[in-house]
């Protein structure tokens, strides 16, 4: 399966079926056990947050919350590529990082024509706008393929692991907005320059111009909708449901069940809401139509093709062969091992689907850290970011394909840019796990919880 996604030799979703066929025949395990799998909780909550991506997308919220920070932020060159970077980052935590910036393309062609940019800026401008969507969908959860995989890798089988919807953003969003600063950084020294070397020339009228193109394109949604409200609304209740579900400070609201309650439940709650509550004019809030149009059901299935491929190397036997093959790392200098993991992450993601990334190497990273007796999330939280870092190819994420497209770019231009960002980052992810990721989720000791986790029991 690893090297069908990684030469994409059928479609990837297409890939992620193959278990439910070869897994029965090869005796590993039961039609019925590696159906389980597909649509377990994890898939379940990504699921629902796509469903609420798409009532967003439906009622044009997404455009009012850009259009709002795109005005907010600058108009010279500089600050207008942050005007674009922060909104297209905070939307892309929240719904798929492709539809993002399709959405965020037009807005910037428009604006490029306006301030008749030269190369170098269009560029610029094109490569901050996929490398904000990359960076901010791993700000949560249900940002990104990747971290729904190593929230479904870590929680099912370890039942006492501390990663939770909020537990996550304590790490994930502070990366995020760092590695957002470096990308805007990056973007200026390799395109026009650092501001104090190179100083802009402030153009009023080209400023009033674009300007006045922002307020036309904002004025085109009008006023703010019932239904944009009633949307805006779901997606907070969603947001807080998933907080305190079970927050580190306080006892969350799941001590209202004497069973388990994992994140999926509240999402899909929030969905049945959005397909029974009614407009005024008696119709469906969210048409079931419309989720079907447009709810990406490939890469569901891809996420569930990844716990399969989990499980089967579990019951196989094969991670307990790579931990005895692995413990030849246990002297190793454990900064040294974790960089060998991100360069080799960060390799195949540029080549592979960074969902397919992280379904094969996550399961061995849970099982390398299990023989070497460190803290699982010291390899894991940083690999699951690192999957989602793709700046290389057109190839690598659907953001940088639109970009490419869209920017009429050649592939050493995104090479050029991307190198060098994706080293940068990688050390900056480094650093930051070091130091208040090491608070966060005490990363120097070895968890009891890491000592009972066994991928195939989450299967049963």
Not at 49 to 64: Q, T, V, W
Request: some cysteine; overall charge neutral; proline content about 5%.
């Amino acid at each position: 399966m690893g090297s069908f996604w990684g030469l994409e030799l059928m479609p990837l979703a297409g890939t992620a079926l193959l278990p439910v066929i070869f897994y029965p025949l090869l005796g590993i395990l039961s039609t019925d056990e590696v159906c389980r799998v597909y649509l377990k909780g994890t898939c379940m909550m990504f699921f629902g947050g796509l469903f609420i991506a798409i009532a967003i997308e439906h009622s044009n919220l997404h455009k009012r919350i850009a259009f709002r920070l795109l005005l907010s932020i600058g108009l010279s060159p500089r600050f207008l590529m942050l005007g674009f970077m922060v909104p297209t980052a905070i939307l892309s935590m929240w719904i798929s990082n492709t539809a993002t910036t399709a959405m965020m393309i037009p807005v910037l062609q428009s604006v490029l024509t306006e301030m008749e940019a030269d190369v170098n800026t269009r560029k610029m401008m094109f490569l901050a706008i996929a490398y904000a969507a990359n960076t901010g969908g791993t700000g949560t959860l249900i940002g990104t393929g990747p971290n729904l995989v190593f929230y479904g890798t870590l929680n099912d089988p370890c039942d006492e692991q501390p990663i939770s919807f909020l537990s996550w953003m304590y790490f994930g969003v502070p990366v995020m907005l760092i590695n957002l600063v470096v990308c805007w950084i990056w973007l200026q020294a390799l395109f026009v320059g650092l501001p104090w070397k190179n100083k802009e020339k402030v153009d009023k009228a080209k400023n009033f111009r674009i300007l006045n193109l922002l307020k036309s394109k904002a004025e085109e949604l009008g006023k703010l909708n019932e239904y944009e409200i009633t949307v805006f609304i779901f997606f907070v209740l969603a947001v807080l449901l998933w907080f305190f579900r079970d927050p580190d400070f306080m006892s969350g609201w799941r001590v209202i069940s004497d069973v388990e309650i994992d994140d999926a439940t509240p999402a899909i709650f929030i969905c049945v809401l959005l397909l029974v509550i009614p407009l005024p004019s008696g119709k469906p809030f969210l048409p079931w139509e419309v989720v079907e149009r447009k709810m990406n059901w490939g890469v569901v299935l891809l996420i569930g093709g990844g716990f399969a491929l989990a499980a089967g190397m579990e019951r196989s036997g094969l991670n307990a062969w790579i931990g005895d093959k692995l413990i030849l790392l246990e002297n190793w200098d454990r900064f040294f091992l974790l960089l060998i993991v991100l360069v080799l992450v960060s390799t195949i993601t540029q080549i592979a689907s960074n969902s397919a990334t992280a379904s094969m190497l996550l399961p061995v990273l849970l099982k390398i850290s299990q023989t070497l007796k460190i803290n699982p999330l010291f390899l894991m939280v940083p690999s699951t970011l690192t999957c989602s870092y793709a700046f290389v190819l057109p190839v690598s994420t659907g953001p940088n394909a639109i970009v490419f497209q869209a920017g009429e770019m050649k592939t050493i231009d995104m090479v050029k840019a991307g190198v060098g960002l994706n080293i940068i980052v990688m050390f900056v992810t480094v650093g930051c796990i070091y130091s208040f990721g090491s608070l966060i989720y005490d990363l120097q000791t070895y968890p009891s919880w890491a000592e009972t986790c066994s991928t195939y029991s989450s299967v049963l």
